[in-house]
């Protein structure tokens, strides 16, 4: 971020001990953003006070192990919990005054108490179903890591992936006009990876071979498979619903014992096939991309393409394939909307997801676990909307639905943490 | 989608691959910064010497810019061509007639020819002159339609088209066009005020809702780096959310005593006049429109501070060096365009839709906009005619779809065809077998520097 502008104190020198002075860096957004997550749960809980108890529920009718509810008092568990992110919040500036990193689980665990605190705040009287909850916010997030692990690609191969929402709804759109013809879900599947690696084809013929701006052809090939999609949706598939698009649907798969452990059992284990290629392609992509040859090249094409160039590897023709890769991902993703949950399709049924795959891509720093964690975070919130707007709570819904756009914001503009792209991500490379 | 750097940073490879390339794109900025040699170390020099290698994503957009008249031209006739094929591709009689297309191929190619001409004379029809109307007044009614579409378009247009040549994309116009529509729309039905006052004031709150949406971008991404388009992105869908509250919230925006999201009618004051009469829906925002096309020229042209702006746009690191202070710049080019989106708003609550509006208010025009510009290159002349361009198939799109069964949706597609081989010159060139310009066999970027000479 700071390569040539010395006045900002981004930079850190690596700890290799060459003799050389060093700059001691004191990062200090974390911890404020800790603080100011106190200072919110102390307002919600002291300020704008509920009283009662709120019900937890934590299995479903028919778990095999049943878990009681949790009865938390909203004053009781407030207190606890205000105290309880006060501490790790002290931790948090401590850590920081000594210059080392915040650790990623002390962050999680500061989240989830933080959310066990929102939660029974704005359930007071009112009974929360967990699972439920968590449930939702694995389907929604779904497509959201799909589009999230194809933008990391495309982006560390060096072009940037605006166009992960034309290839989620242009899957959407192929596999349930295939499924629905061949009355094979899988085939929709396949037909779901075809589409995005087609509008991956022409996102990567116009940026890599005449050069057009990556943004613009992202931006206008969203718009073009919006139109084309509607298009064809208006003409073919409303022509004659039954035959063209009623897709089936994928057919849940519990895995044995996996399934049966409480909470997670059912929310991670008791799910379409989408899913588990969805663990598949996340475990895939983060070892392929540290650990193999294919993502060693990827990476350097990504961050130096002379260098990788003179060292002999294909620069577009690398960014050729790997983009397409993204693209077949991501059009996996968009199988989700229709194989996975609703069925049908439906215009422009994708709402601006892979606008907030692309978010979770920067805010995930272009790691796919980071983003993977993002997504998550990102349909848990817009679950969260639905869920408390299911039951009644007084909190407006706009808002729940606005944090994940409100916290990218604030990840891009670098308080939640120093966002640092590939180097070349965005460039065409001519060779000379 | 690095951040800033792509503004402010040499690439550490970037170095010796554009300088050729770039030698007409930018002779005087290139020449302090000789090409210096492939050796792998320009990273790791900290580098107090100011870089004034133009970044790439400038000298695209100077290409995309500085194409040819005739290769839009040929860019809207290739995505015309594609959008017959997709007429004729989805029409029930063709498909019947290519049934039996071997024993009889000229029922396919009537049909097809049925369908296509009738989809685009429809399209003509509806947006130009209606021949089926008996008098002149009442068949040039579509052309006014035309220009009541193409008011917004142009004025969204205009502020992207400008940000553009700031070397800035602002995919924001949603999100600037919803806040410039509230801001105008409560000042529109809230108050109660003598006609030109009320409208001078409620289009003043609109374009300065517009203004501080869009420079929220800019000032965030002249302190903190932050890509403008992921900002106005996420901007998009905080405003509309914001908005959407605001109209179910009662005492905010919504109508009194009405169970919908949506405000409440302006008042008659503050209403754009017709300008031919009630026949018409065409309004003062056109008026409007064109003051700001000539404004905006003025500005980029003849003034000092659309000088800094172009010279940004062309190259920020050289902007840099000529004392120009870049991210001021930046923050005034986003207040100013959207200001301008701002504009498209205020037309489309003040004058288009003026019995209350919900938060569909926008109805695309911020992406639209995106392709408006880049079919006018950033140039007001340009985008005023472009706008009025799309502004037809607009208009033209509905009474196709009344009249032949054609989803507007087609009108989308064409749209984004146009932008996507504008963008891609040696693209059109191959199709229609033109040479390439300056006879280069491999390099595939044109003449750069037109744009800058022809100032």
Redesign the interface.
């Given at each position: 971020?700071?390569?040539?502008?010395?006045n900002t104190p981004h930079e850190t020198v690596d700890p290799v001990d060459d003799g050389l002075e060093k700059a001691v860096v004191k990062k200090w957004k974390a911890p404020i953003a800790f603080a100011i997550f106190v200072i919110i749960s102390a307002l919600l809980f002291f300020v704008a006070r509920r009283d009662g108890v709120t019900e937890l529920r934590l299995s479903a009718e028919n778990d095999a192990i049943k878990l009681p509810s949790i009865e938390a008092p909203v004053m009781a568990t407030g207190i606890v919990v205000v105290i309880l992110l006060a501490l790790m919040t002290a931790g948090a500036f401590w850590l920081a005054n000594q210059a080392k990193r915040i650790p990623l689980w002390l962050t999680a665990v500061f989240g989830i108490v933080f959310m066990y605190g929102f939660l029974t705040w704005a359930g007071a009287d009112k009974s929360i179903p967990i699972t439920g909850l968590l449930l939702g916010s694995v389907a929604l997030s779904a497509p959201l890591i799909f589009g999230a692990l194809g933008g990391v690609i495309s982006?560390r191969v060096g072009v940037?992936n605006?166009a992960i929402e034309g290839q989620l709804l242009a899957g959407a759109f192929l596999s349930a006009f295939v499924a629905s013809i061949t009355r094979n879900p899988f085939a929709g599947l396949l037909a779901a990876i075809v589409a995005g690696v087609l509008v991956s084809f022409?996102l990567a013929a116009?940026a890599i071979?005449?050069?057009?701006?990556q943004?613009?052809?992202g931006?206008?090939?969203n718009?073009?498979v919006?139109?084309?999609t509607?298009?064809?949706y208006?003409?073919?598939l409303s022509?004659n619903t039954e035959a063209f698009n009623t897709p089936p649907r994928l057919p849940r798969i519990p895995i044995p014992l996996l399934s049966d452990i409480p909470i997670l059992g059912r929310v991670l284990f008791d799910q379409t096939i989408i899913i588990y290629l969805m663990y598949i392609a996340i475990a895939l992509v983060f070892y392929g991309l540290f650990f193999t040859k294919w993502g060693l090249r990827l990476r350097a094409v990504g961050e130096?393409?002379?260098?990788a160039d003179?060292v002999g590897i294909r620069v577009n023709s690398t960014r050729f394939w790997n983009v397409s890769i993204a693209g077949a991902i991501a059009g996996l993703g968009g199988a989700y909307f229709t194989l996975g949950s609703v069925g049908g399709f439906t215009k422009e049924m994708t709402a601006?997801a892979g606008?907030i795959a692309?978010?979770a891509?920067?805010f995930g720093r272009w790691d796919p676990i980071r983003a993977t964690l993002a997504a998550l975070l990102f349909g848990f919130a817009t679950n969260l909307q639905n869920t408390l707007g299911a039951i009644g709570s007084g909190v407006?819904s706009?808002?729940l639905?606005?944090l994940p756009?409100?916290v990218?914001?604030f990840a891009?503009?670098?308080?939640v943490g120093q966002?640092?792209?590939?180097?070349?991500?965005?460039?065409?490379?001519?060779?000379? | 989608m690095s951040d800033n750097n792509q503004q402010n940073t040499p690439a550490p490879g970037a170095a010796p691959e554009p300088a050729a390339a770039s030698a007409s794109a930018s002779a005087p900025a290139s020449a302090s910064a000789p090409a210096s040699s492939p050796a792998p170390q320009p990273a790791a020099a900290p580098a107090p010497k100011p870089d004034t290698e133009a970044p790439r994503s400038n000298k695209i957009l100077n290409e995309i810019l500085g194409g040819s008249f005739l290769i839009s031209i040929l860019a809207v006739l290739l995505a015309l061509i594609a959008g017959a094929i997709l007429i004729a591709a989805t029409n029930e009689d063709v498909q019947t007639a290519s049934g039996y297309f071997f024993s009889r191929p000229g029922d396919t190619l009537g049909a097809i020819w049925q369908a296509v001409s009738g989809a685009y004379s429809a399209l003509f029809q509806g947006s130009v002159y209606n021949f089926r109307r008996d008098s002149f007044a009442d068949g040039i009614k579509p052309l006014t339609e035309t220009l009541t579409f193409a008011t917004p378009l142009i004025a969204a247009g205009l502020g992207v088209g400008l940000a553009f040549r700031v070397g800035l994309f602002n995919i924001g116009g949603r999100g600037q066009m919803l806040i410039a529509a509230a801001c105008a729309g409560w000042v529109g039905f809230s108050f109660q005020l003598p006609a030109p006052l009320h409208i001078t004031l409620a289009v003043l709150a609109g374009i300065a809702g517009g203004a501080i949406w869009g420079g929220l971008v800019g000032f965030l991404k002249a302190r903190t780096g932050a890509h403008e388009v992921i900002l106005t992105i996420m901007l998009n869908y905080v405003a509309f959310y914001l908005i959407s509250y605001m109209l179910r919230t009662p005492g905010l925006l919504q109508a009194p005593g009405s169970p919908n999201p949506k405000s409440p009618p302006m008042a008659e004051t503050a209403v754009f006049p017709a300008l031919f009469g009630s026949k018409y829906n065409l309004h003062l925002g056109f008026i409007l429109v064109i003051v700001a096309t000539a404004l905006v020229w003025y500005l980029l042209n003849r003034s000092s501070l659309g000088f800094r702006f172009r010279a940004v746009g062309e190259n920020p690191n050289a902007a840099k060096v000529a004392g120009i202070d870049v991210k001021n710049t930046y923050v005034y080019a986003m207040l100013f365009s959207g200001g301008l989106v701002g504009l498209a708003g205020v037309s489309q609550v003040l004058g288009t839709v003026t019995g209350g509006f919900s938060g569909g208010i926008d109805a695309g025009i911020g992406f639209d906009a995106i392709t408006v510009a880049l079919l006018g290159r950033s140039k007001p002349i340009g985008i005023f005619f472009a706008g009025i361009l799309f502004g037809a198939f607009k208009a033209g799109g509905f009474s196709m779809q009344a009249a032949e069964g054609v989803p507007v949706d087609i009108v989308v597609v064409v749209q984004s065809l146009i932008v996507l081989f504008i963008a891609a010159p040696p693209l059109v060139r191959a199709i229609f077998f033109l040479p390439k310009p300056g006879g280069r066999a491999r390099r595939v970027l044109p003449n750069v520097s037109k744009e800058v000479a022809a100032k």
């Amino acid at each position: 971020m700071s390569v040539t502008t010395p006045n900002t104190p981004h930079e850190t020198v690596d700890p290799v001990d060459d003799g050389l002075e060093k700059a001691v860096v004191k990062k200090w957004k974390a911890p404020i953003a800790f603080a100011i997550f106190v200072i919110i749960s102390a307002l919600l809980f002291f300020v704008a006070r509920r009283d009662g108890v709120t019900e937890l529920r934590l299995s479903a009718e028919n778990d095999a192990i049943k878990l009681p509810s949790i009865e938390a008092p909203v004053m009781a568990t407030g207190i606890v919990v205000v105290i309880l992110l006060a501490l790790m919040t002290a931790g948090a500036f401590w850590l920081a005054n000594q210059a080392k990193r915040i650790p990623l689980w002390l962050t999680a665990v500061f989240g989830i108490v933080f959310m066990y605190g929102f939660l029974t705040w704005a359930g007071a009287d009112k009974s929360i179903p967990i699972t439920g909850l968590l449930l939702g916010s694995v389907a929604l997030s779904a497509p959201l890591i799909f589009g999230a692990l194809g933008g990391v690609i495309s982006e560390r191969v060096g072009v940037v992936n605006v166009a992960i929402e034309g290839q989620l709804l242009a899957g959407a759109f192929l596999s349930a006009f295939v499924a629905s013809i061949t009355r094979n879900p899988f085939a929709g599947l396949l037909a779901a990876i075809v589409a995005g690696v087609l509008v991956s084809f022409v996102l990567a013929a116009f940026a890599i071979k005449y050069l057009v701006d990556q943004v613009i052809v992202g931006v206008v090939l969203n718009v073009l498979v919006a139109g084309l999609t509607s298009f064809l949706y208006s003409t073919v598939l409303s022509s004659n619903t039954e035959a063209f698009n009623t897709p089936p649907r994928l057919p849940r798969i519990p895995i044995p014992l996996l399934s049966d452990i409480p909470i997670l059992g059912r929310v991670l284990f008791d799910q379409t096939i989408i899913i588990y290629l969805m663990y598949i392609a996340i475990a895939l992509v983060f070892y392929g991309l540290f650990f193999t040859k294919w993502g060693l090249r990827l990476r350097a094409v990504g961050e130096h393409p002379q260098a990788a160039d003179t060292v002999g590897i294909r620069v577009n023709s690398t960014r050729f394939w790997n983009v397409s890769i993204a693209g077949a991902i991501a059009g996996l993703g968009g199988a989700y909307f229709t194989l996975g949950s609703v069925g049908g399709f439906t215009k422009e049924m994708t709402a601006g997801a892979g606008f907030i795959a692309l978010a979770a891509v920067i805010f995930g720093r272009w790691d796919p676990i980071r983003a993977t964690l993002a997504a998550l975070l990102f349909g848990f919130a817009t679950n969260l909307q639905n869920t408390l707007g299911a039951i009644g709570s007084g909190v407006p819904s706009e808002f729940l639905l606005m944090l994940p756009y409100l916290v990218t914001i604030f990840a891009v503009a670098g308080l939640v943490g120093q966002v640092r792209g590939p180097a070349a991500s965005g460039k065409p490379y001519i060779k000379s | 989608m690095s951040d800033n750097n792509q503004q402010n940073t040499p690439a550490p490879g970037a170095a010796p691959e554009p300088a050729a390339a770039s030698a007409s794109a930018s002779a005087p900025a290139s020449a302090s910064a000789p090409a210096s040699s492939p050796a792998p170390q320009p990273a790791a020099a900290p580098a107090p010497k100011p870089d004034t290698e133009a970044p790439r994503s400038n000298k695209i957009l100077n290409e995309i810019l500085g194409g040819s008249f005739l290769i839009s031209i040929l860019a809207v006739l290739l995505a015309l061509i594609a959008g017959a094929i997709l007429i004729a591709a989805t029409n029930e009689d063709v498909q019947t007639a290519s049934g039996y297309f071997f024993s009889r191929p000229g029922d396919t190619l009537g049909a097809i020819w049925q369908a296509v001409s009738g989809a685009y004379s429809a399209l003509f029809q509806g947006s130009v002159y209606n021949f089926r109307r008996d008098s002149f007044a009442d068949g040039i009614k579509p052309l006014t339609e035309t220009l009541t579409f193409a008011t917004p378009l142009i004025a969204a247009g205009l502020g992207v088209g400008l940000a553009f040549r700031v070397g800035l994309f602002n995919i924001g116009g949603r999100g600037q066009m919803l806040i410039a529509a509230a801001c105008a729309g409560w000042v529109g039905f809230s108050f109660q005020l003598p006609a030109p006052l009320h409208i001078t004031l409620a289009v003043l709150a609109g374009i300065a809702g517009g203004a501080i949406w869009g420079g929220l971008v800019g000032f965030l991404k002249a302190r903190t780096g932050a890509h403008e388009v992921i900002l106005t992105i996420m901007l998009n869908y905080v405003a509309f959310y914001l908005i959407s509250y605001m109209l179910r919230t009662p005492g905010l925006l919504q109508a009194p005593g009405s169970p919908n999201p949506k405000s409440p009618p302006m008042a008659e004051t503050a209403v754009f006049p017709a300008l031919f009469g009630s026949k018409y829906n065409l309004h003062l925002g056109f008026i409007l429109v064109i003051v700001a096309t000539a404004l905006v020229w003025y500005l980029l042209n003849r003034s000092s501070l659309g000088f800094r702006f172009r010279a940004v746009g062309e190259n920020p690191n050289a902007a840099k060096v000529a004392g120009i202070d870049v991210k001021n710049t930046y923050v005034y080019a986003m207040l100013f365009s959207g200001g301008l989106v701002g504009l498209a708003g205020v037309s489309q609550v003040l004058g288009t839709v003026t019995g209350g509006f919900s938060g569909g208010i926008d109805a695309g025009i911020g992406f639209d906009a995106i392709t408006v510009a880049l079919l006018g290159r950033s140039k007001p002349i340009g985008i005023f005619f472009a706008g009025i361009l799309f502004g037809a198939f607009k208009a033209g799109g509905f009474s196709m779809q009344a009249a032949e069964g054609v989803p507007v949706d087609i009108v989308v597609v064409v749209q984004s065809l146009i932008v996507l081989f504008i963008a891609a010159p040696p693209l059109v060139r191959a199709i229609f077998f033109l040479p390439k310009p300056g006879g280069r066999a491999r390099r595939v970027l044109p003449n750069v520097s037109k744009e800058v000479a022809a100032k």
